[in-house]
C-alpha cells in the first residue's frame, strides 16, 4: 500500500523450508502495527498485530519455547 511504511525488524529460516519476517509498519495516519510475514512456497500469509497483540503472542511464544505453556 501506498500510505504505508515498512521496516525489517526481523527474518527467520523456519523447518521445512518455511520463512517469518516481522516488520513495522507505520501508516500515514500515524499508526503504527507489527506485521508478520509467513512463507511457505508460493503461500504467504500476512497478518497485522495491534502492541497489544504482539505482546500476547510474543509472550505465548516465550512460554512455549520454554515448555511451560
Do not use: C, H, N, W
Request: no cysteine; hydrophobic share 50%; charged share 30%.
Amino acid at each position: 500500500m501506498a500510505d504505508e511504511t515498512l521496516k525489517d525488524l526481523a527474518e527467520l529460516e523456519l523447518p521445512f523450508g518455511r520463512r517469518a519476517m516481522i516488520r513495522e509498519v507505520s501508516f500515514a495516519s500515524g499508526l503504527r502495527m507489527v506485521r508478520l510475514v509467513l512463507r511457505e512456497g508460493k503461500r504467504i500469509t500476512q497478518v497485522d498485530l495491534d502492541e497489544d497483540t504482539a505482546r500476547t503472542l510474543a509472550a505465548a511464544l516465550v512460554s512455549a519455547a520454554d515448555g511451560s505453556a
